[in-house]
């Protein structure tokens, strides 16, 4: 969802940056220093099921995915 979009990765849970490095994201990527990682144009049905269980922590669901 939108509310992650105004977070630093420094403000976020060890937990919350575990599952986002989970779908691929990192301080870094966050941060637009690197390129947003592959799953961000994945569908839910191409994650994986640590992914889907990752994003599923986070908030998500096959809808807001």
């Known amino acids: 969802g939108s509310e992650w979009e105004a977070l630093d990765w420094s403000d976020m849970t060890a937990p919350q940056r575990d599952a986002w490095g ?3 994201w990192s ?3 966050w941060s637009g220093q690197k390129d947003s990682p592959a799953c961000e144009g994945k569908s839910w049905q191409s994650l994986s099921p640590k992914e ?3 994003a599923t922590a986070l908030g998500f669901s096959a809808q807001t995915w």
């Open 52 to 54: 889907r269980a990752a």
């Open 27 to 29: 301080a870094e990527s």
């Open 22 to 24: 989970v779908v691929g």
